[in-house]
């Protein structure tokens, strides 16, 4: 790994920027090419910018062609801490693990359950003299929700609204929002209660509801599918007539967010319970 070999970044996914992710050392390959011998070389049509959610497992496909009796390791760049060899794992870390199918030019380092410090440069190496390597560079994510608005909010009776709950940091690919009222699903009803969702930079998704009633009443929690303890919660209040509340909010204001998540509220909970029972000891 100390071969003065030299790895640049890519900035997004076309193959003229993933090329440049090999190491200058691996010129060499196109030496090989040019004699009788067959040398492995690399499939460069493979994704090498990869981005998952924490806790959503990431794959690193590294295709090999004509390995002969080579063998492929997978590299952490940050630490050169080698993560496996042939199918063999190196690592006491029980999440990371190679996949390779009987027969296949594939090489795929798996990588269960990430973290955000999972992210980095890894590569695949080829232990040719001098030796191959092509860099993959992975991002972990967090996905966060938050409802646009205030958290607390007072609706007339009758009137409707909106609330918008964004998903920052998340590629299209990691899912999709989910809306609770308590613990209870949000699901379309039209016409009176629509979830919608769009992409521009972040996942936007809509909860909208008309004709309020006293029961629509609540807690409504924006939840990523791909990590719930990053939700976000407001409290509507539905107004009957008569009533003169502090804060009125009318029809058709898009609303929404406390800053409490359902890890803050289960955390809370905990506390609660824990003091209480031990009040009931003493």
Request: charged letters at 15%.
């Amino acid at each position: 790994n100390n071969n003065n070999n030299t790895t640049t970044i890519p900035t997004n996914n076309n193959n003229n920027n993933n090329n440049n992710l090999i190491n200058n050392n691996n010129n060499n390959q196109m030496n090989y090419n040019n004699t009788s011998t067959i040398f492995p070389y690399f499939d460069f049509n493979v994704p090498r910018n990869i981005t998952t959610a924490v806790g959503q497992s990431a794959f690193l496909h590294c295709r090999v062609d004509q390995l002969g009796d080579k063998a492929v390791s997978w590299i952490r760049k940050r630490d050169l801490h080698i993560l496996t060899a042939g199918v063999l794992t190196y690592t006491s870390d029980q999440r990371f693990q190679v996949i390779r199918p009987d027969r296949s030019e594939n090489w795929t380092l798996l990588i269960k359950f990430p973290q955000e410090r999972d992210s980095g440069i890894y590569e695949c190496q080829v232990n040719t003299e001098p030796k191959m390597s092509l860099a993959f560079r992975l991002h972990v994510i967090e996905p966060k929700a938050r409802i646009l608005g205030a958290s607390d909010m007072h609706v007339k009776v009758d009137s409707s609204i909106t609330l918008i709950c964004e998903i920052s940091q998340g590629p299209h690919s990691l899912g999709t929002v989910l809306w609770y009222k308590g613990v209870h699903p949000i699901t379309s009803s039209p016409p009176r209660v629509t979830v919608d969702a769009e992409w521009s930079e972040n996942l936007s998704s809509r909860l909208r509801i008309s004709h309020l009633i006293a029961e629509d009443t609540g807690n409504y929690t924006c939840v990523p599918t791909t990590r719930v303890q990053q939700s976000d919660s407001v409290y509507i209040h539905v107004v009957v007539n008569g009533e003169h509340p502090a804060a009125m909010q009318h029809g058709n204001r898009c609303t929404a967010v406390s800053k409490i998540s359902l890890l803050t509220i289960v955390s809370s909970l905990c506390v609660y319970y824990y003091l209480n029972t031990m009040f009931h000891i003493r």
